[in-house]
C-alpha cells in the first residue's frame, strides 16, 4: 500500500473507522485524509463500501469505532445537519432533489453562508458556472433530466458553500455523453480549488477529475496513492477495479 499525502492543510481526516449495519461489519479499519484543494477518487467495485464510507462521514452511517475530523475536531457523534454547518457538502447518489419546486427555489432550499460566513457561491456564481440551470430557472424540478437533476444537485450542495465536496457516485445511472459533461464540470470545480471526494466505481470517469486515490476492497482500503500511481499500477487496477 503507498502511503498516504500527509501535509498541508487537512479538511478530512478519517482514522481506523469500523461501521456495522446492524450485527453486519460493512467498513474495517478504513482510514484516509484530504488536504485542501486535493480531488480524492474513492474508487471501488459495486458493494465494496463506498457509500458506507460516504454516509459515515456525515453521519447517517456513524462509526462504532475510530474518529471522522474535519479541520481537526471530530466529529462522528454530530447530527448530520451539524456536520453540514461544519464544511461538509453531501452529492447523494439518488439526487433527492425536490421535484415540485423550480430550479431556483431547489438553489435557493440550500443557500447558507460557510464558514466565518463565506458566501462566494451566490445564485449568480451558480449560474455562472451551471448555465443550463440558469436557462431552465423556473423550470420544476421533476421536469429534470437524470443528468440535469445532478448538476441540480451539485450545484445545490454549493450554494450551502462547503469547505469540502462529497459525490456518490455521480456518474451512475447517466448516459455516457452525460457522464462526460458531468466529469466535465467536476473538473472544472477542481480547478477552481474545491476540495472534493468523488466515490465511484467508474475508475475511468475519476482518471481525468482526481488528483488522488483510495481503492476501497471488501471494507478495506487497499491502497492508496496520486492518480498517476494509480494509472501506472496494472496490478491495483486489474485486482480491484476491473468489471
Not at 441540480?152 to 448516459?175: F, H, Q, V
Request: aromatic share 4%.
Amino acid at each position: 500500500m503507498s502511503a498516504g499525502v500527509s501535509g498541508g492543510d487537512t479538511i478530512l481526516e478519517i482514522d481506523g473507522i469500523d461501521v456495522f449495519y446492524g450485527a453486519s461489519q460493512i467498513l474495517f479499519g478504513v482510514s484516509f485524509d484530504v488536504q485542501r484543494g486535493q480531488s480524492l477518487a474513492l474508487l471501488g467495485r459495486n458493494g465494496a463500501g463506498k457509500s458506507t464510507t460516504m454516509k459515515a462521514i456525515i453521519s447517517l452511517a456513524p462509526p462504532r469505532k475510530g474518529s471522522v475530523k474535519v479541520h481537526g475536531v471530530e466529529v462522528q457523534r454530530r447530527s448530520a445537519d451539524r456536520i453540514a454547518r461544519a464544511g461538509i457538502g453531501f452529492v447523494p447518489e439518488d439526487r433527492q432533489i425536490f421535484p415540485e419546486h423550480s430550479v431556483e427555489d431547489n438553489l435557493l432550499i440550500g443557500a447558507k453562508p460557510g464558514l466565518n460566513g463565506r458566501s462566494d457561491w451566490t445564485l449568480d456564481a451558480i449560474y455562472d458556472v451551471f448555465p443550463i440551470l440558469a436557462s431552465m430557472r423556473t423550470r420544476m424540478g421533476g421536469r429534470l433530466s437524470g443528468g440535469e437533476q445532478q448538476m441540480l444537485t451539485i450545484a445545490r450542495t454549493l450554494m450551502g458553500n462547503p469547505d469540502l465536496l462529497l459525490l456518490d457516485e455521480p456518474s451512475e445511472g447517466l448516459a455516457p455523453i452525460i457522464v462526460e459533461k458531468i466529469g466535465e464540470l467536476i473538473q472544472q470545480l477542481r480547478g477552481m480549488g474545491i476540495t472534493l471526494v468523488v466515490a465511484e466505481q467508474n475508475m475511468h470517469f475519476c482518471l481525468d477529475i482526481a488528483s488522488h486515490v483510495a481503492v476501497i476492497d471488501k471494507g478495506h482500503i487497499v491502497y492508496r496513492d496520486s492518480i498517476d500511481g494509480l494509472k501506472a499500477n496494472a496490478d491495483v487496477k486489474s485486482r480491484y477495479l476491473a468489471v
